[in-house]
């Protein structure tokens, strides 16, 4: 059945290395997501893509975090230099486009900097 | 900008009937979202409001009035699998997404 993709689930790093997530979104969804979500800030969005151009990164801590889309199959999320702070689930989500098209989320990748 | 507030958590009785309130203050506001996330799970869709109004579907109904900036989850016949995160959501100019920050149900025996 249908549903959106992350890679890696879980990922423990070090502060100061890169960190790159995957996302491959339902085919034929022409609307990504990236969401951060932690206990005390909930689900924060990161940036938001429509046909894979940005139209919202302005969540995004543009100094060390990037989005792109580079085909219609996959979008990534990195963090370079990944800092303690970052600790968190990332979920990508997709969807239609269009309003009240809902968003699917993916299983999230759970990132722990250590 | 953008505000979403919600309770951040809520007890209820099995069998009972819980309302979970959520206010809004975003622009370019199209429609309401309401989402349901279980413990280390994705959150899932529950319901959309466009229209003021009730929106039954199933033991599930959503409210929503534009004008206050408000709207409601209506669960009843709780039951214990509903014990979950409730997320509602504002989708804005673009048909962009942004969330609350939940309201964490608990249901007991």
């Known amino acids: 059945d249908a549903r959106v993709t992350q890679t890696p689930r879980d990922k423990v790093t070090e502060m100061g290395q890169e960190v790159t997530m995957r996302c491959q979104p339902i085919l034929g969804h022409n609307t990504v997501f990236w969401y951060r979500q932690t206990m005390m800030q909930g689900l924060e969005l990161l940036a938001y893509?429509?046909?894979?151009?940005?139209?919202?990164d302005s969540g995004m801590p543009k100094d060390r975090f990037s989005a792109e889309m580079p085909d219609a199959t996959l979008a990534t999320l990195k963090i370079q230099p990944s800092e303690p702070r970052d600790s968190a689930v990332y979920f990508c989500?997709?969807?239609?486009?269009?309003?009240?098209?809902?968003?699917?989320f993916g299983q999230g990748t759970r990132l722990t900097v250590v | 900008g953008q505000n979403i507030d919600q309770p951040t958590e809520m007890t209820a009785t099995e069998g009972a009937i819980v309302q979970i309130n959520c206010t809004y203050q975003?622009?370019?506001?199209?429609?309401l979202f309401w989402y349901q996330q279980h413990a280390g799970e994705a959150p899932t869709f529950l319901s959309y409001n466009v229209l003021d109004g009730l929106e039954e579907k199933g033991r599930f109904s959503s409210f929503l009035s534009r004008s206050k900036g408000y709207s409601y989850l209506l669960l009843k016949e709780l039951q214990m699998k509903d014990s979950a995160s409730y997320l509602c959501?504002?989708?804005?100019?673009?048909?962009?997404?942004?969330f609350g920050g939940g309201t964490r149900l608990m249901v007991k025996p």
């Open positions: 893509f429509r046909n894979r151009a940005p139209l919202d």
């Open positions: 975003t622009s370019g506001f199209n429609g």
């Open positions: 989500a997709s969807g239609l486009g269009g309003g009240g098209t809902e968003a699917f």
């Open positions: 959501a504002a989708d804005n100019a673009g048909n962009m997404l942004t």
